[in-house]
């Protein structure tokens, strides 16, 4: 099936996470491969939250996607969210990007192969839950003992010429401040307000955020080229301070009873993205040491991660780009997380490349231009078959 239309047919199927059923994208796809000769496992969770992985695995390669898709509502959209509707060379639709395109290039790619008389030496995962918290999805593989440290290729929305082989750490906690109540017209004489107890935690991180942290070596020199990248991108002279200082967002903030009474409570969770030199004990003991009487839950932290640049899969993947696009590809470090990061954490390795528009992730009018869904095919078949030489 080519890719353009696959990608469509994923994106017509709601795989919305929030509430993260994945049950008929997961059925799709296992019909797909099994019209291949492919055999596959269901891994299931409650709530519909299914995998899908290779029956038999060899583990030379894995290919690797995710099928959960972040919510869409139809307001402000030009066609609808789920629609997967062709237009002017784009096809649109929630997951178009974030990697319905990328997942529908691997299947792809892979056909295209077995139909040139290949037999690739490739295995699959898809999962249900990198939109959230991973805990159905590639930690529920890994608690499982699914899968065993390999070379694994995600086809993660990337900028064209630069696969991703390391991304930021990520620290997500949930503070709760407690007050003094009291008059509202007394205040700040009388009682202690737990909001402006937040508010000074947020002072505090504005502070640290200002600073930029370097490290040695070759990994300093690929955040430098990845910050050149990423300010190119989003077209802001600023996107070159983010792979090198803490960034955070105040996600939630939820606090005070009523506007003439000092707020006794307020919660407030917080998405921390850590950077390579920074320490999250050290930023978590500052956390602590600004914001006096609060209790604070660590929801996620992992620590920055990166896959070696001169490994194998590194260089096939650059080799592979530039011999598709005509230039030279080099590898890049990302400011937001995923799946990878756990896998790295267990000793994979770990690239991420695939078809996608950067700037359209997860927002209104998401969409994937057709000619990068099948570019991306064409990397992703060569990778393949540069993998399936190890066979024995």
């Not at 491969?33 to 038999?56: C, F, Y």
């Not at 919510?71 to 609808?80: I, L, Q």
């Not at 955040?223 to 300010?231: A, K, P, T, W, Y």
């Not at 992703?380 to 190890?390: H, L, V, Y």
Request: net charge negative; proline share 5%.
């Amino acid at each position: 099936m080519d890719v353009v239309h696959l990608t469509s047919e994923l994106v017509k199927i709601k795989s919305e996470n929030p509430p993260g059923n994945t049950e008929e994208v997961i059925h799709y796809i296992k019909g797909f491969l099994d019209s291949l000769g492919v055999r596959t496992d269901i891994i299931k969770n409650r709530g519909g939250r299914d995998n899908l992985i290779s029956a038999n695995r060899n583990h030379h390669l894995l290919l690797c996607g995710h099928v959960d898709v972040v919510p869409a509502m139809a307001d402000g959209w030009d066609y609808p969210p789920f629609s997967g509707k062709i237009v002017d060379e784009y096809l649109y639709g929630r997951g178009s990007t974030d990697m319905k395109g990328g997942c529908a290039a691997l299947l792809s790619s892979y056909q295209r192969l077995l139909d040139a008389g290949i037999e690739p030496d490739a295995d699959f995962l898809f999962v249900c839950d990198e939109e959230s918290s991973g805990t159905h999805g590639i930690r529920c593989i890994l608690s499982r003992d699914l899968i065993r440290p390999c070379d694994v290729l995600i086809a993660e929305p990337c900028p064209e010429l630069h696969p991703n082989i390391g991304e930021k750490g990520l620290c997500r906690i949930d503070l709760h401040f407690r007050g003094e109540p009291g008059h509202g017209s007394l205040y700040p004489t009388r009682g202690v307000s737990a909001v402006m107890s937040a508010y000074k935690t947020l002072e505090y991180l504005r502070t640290v955020h200002r600073h930029e942290y370097h490290v040695e070596g070759e990994v300093d020199a690929i955040i430098e080229q990845s910050s050149l990248v990423l300010r190119k991108i989003l077209g802001v002279d600023e996107a070159k301070h983010v792979l090198r200082r803490v960034m955070f967002n105040p996600g939630r903030i939820d606090g005070g009873e009523k506007a003439n009474v000092v707020a006794q409570h307020c919660d407030l969770q917080l998405d921390i993205r850590v950077p390579w030199g920074c320490s999250i004990q050290e930023l978590l003991n500052g956390i602590a040491s600004h914001s006096p009487g609060a209790s604070i839950q660590e929801v996620s932290v992992s620590n920055p991660s990166m896959t070696s640049p001169g490994c194998r899969l590194v260089e096939v993947t650059c080799n592979e780009i530039s011999r598709v696009y005509g230039l030279p590809s080099t590898p890049i470090v990302q400011w937001a997380a995923s799946d990878a990061r756990y896998l790295r954490t267990e000793g994979y390795r770990v690239v991420e490349y695939g078809p996608g528009e950067i700037v359209s992730l997860h927002a209104v009018n998401e969409r994937v231009s057709v000619e990068s869904l099948r570019k991306a095919t064409a990397v992703f078949e060569g990778i393949i078959t540069e993998f399936s030489g190890d066979a024995e």
